[in-house]
């Protein structure tokens, strides 16, 4: 009877509900899927990489936020490192670029299989210090014998610094050139192509027109918060349990000076929004979920879990009571979202934006080094709580200090996915039929009419029919 009395509540998980289909005013490609990342912080897809250090580095904050997301660079490095990752976001052109070019010495053959890989006419070629030398024409190629130094062909072009990529687009797509160079002081930074020039892009920017980052901190790292602020567009705070009086303590005295919007977490309960909200001055968004991920042991070791999706539901709950819109507090669900149907679940419970790692660690641009192994490519991935995250963290960042004495992650392999561009548009895809089907037109009408079910056994894609397509 007392067991019985102290289970307060249902933790619901991902698996448990579905999210009910409601009459659509819309087409799936007319949803729109602008949001928040925090009070002051919009995006254009509701989607956070995770600052884990397999993941969130600046390559990906920079693809991200050129998708129309913002990445949340890690803290398991030096302060001055992360402030740099997160410079170069900011520094960052405002499009794709390819970022390989043919090198002055490289022979005529591979430039030419390269360019005809990309179906250019031009490329730009770069010497070993990262100047621009000139353009290779393809048809200068086709002609010349293999072993001649492509550097000989080259001809004088354009050369773009960064922040004149409009006018680099506009030549690209007036078909003046095939291709154009864009640097940074000088060196090479990539190639804008014809499609690149003509894909549609919507990314995140900031007041000034640069590119979204956000910088993940402990609130007890004052020098970190410090390097960061005004820098950053939002600084995230980076702990296990934020509901713990030394850090919210902490998190009080650093909150109120601040000018990046800071998100709390991670909580995972309605008393920890609350007392958050209650001690801080400030709270621009809430970090929610204890737990969930793929790589963490948390649940395991410690017997404690706020499931992502009951957490959103608890953080919801929590801002209605204290009178606050899901807008003015903006929830983000961290962990444990395995694809875009897991992220439209927790945008129904009342989250603005999902927060993953391991959707996102298979790409080309995340942080860590492709591996191949026996015939097929991975990428490692590992809880920001593993043996070999923690040692990293306390070799690079001397002001760390341990918690605890346990692991509460593991250490691991995904499978290569390729370019971000690519989980990205299926993930954005995904949620946008989802919301269709829900009958909303926007991650704000579908907080008011999304309706939940309780699956009492799984459904689909589950009749033994072996999957053939790729
Ligand atoms: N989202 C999750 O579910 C989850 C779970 C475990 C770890 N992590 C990640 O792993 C990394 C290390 O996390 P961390 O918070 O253990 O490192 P940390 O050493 O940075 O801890 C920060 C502070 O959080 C508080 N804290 C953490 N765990 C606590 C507990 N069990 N009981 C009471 N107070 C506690 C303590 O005040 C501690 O000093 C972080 O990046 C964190 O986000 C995430």
Redesign the pocket.
Known sequence: MLAQSRVVDEALSFDDVVVLPGLSPVEPWQVDLSSKASRRVQVRIPLLSA?MDTVSEWRLAAALALLGGVGVIHRNMPVEEQRRHVEMVKKHPLVELSSAAAGEADECCRVREYMRSLGLRQLPLVDSSGAVKGYAEFSDLESCGCGTPVGKLARPGPVFEVGEEARALEEVKRGRRDAAAVTLGGRFLGTITVQEALAVYSPALDEEGRLRAAA?V?P?DARRIEALDGLADILVA????FH?V??LEAARRIVKSLESDFVAG?LGTREGVIDTITRLERVDGLRM?????SI?T?SGV?GVAAPTLFAVMQARGALREMGLGLEEVPIIA??GIRGPGDAVKALAAGASAVMTGYMLAGTDEAAAPLLRIGGSLYKPYR???SRG??ERRFAADRY?????RVE??IEGLVEYRGPLRRVVLEFVEGVRAGLGYAGASSIKELWAKARFARLTSRIGAYTGVVKTSV
């Open positions: 600052p993940a402990s007890f980076d702990v296990a349990h713990n030394n850090v991670n979920g204890i737990a969930g991920g963490c948390t410690a961290d962990g809880g920001m709580a995250a923690l760390s200090r341990a918690a605890k509460e992650g």
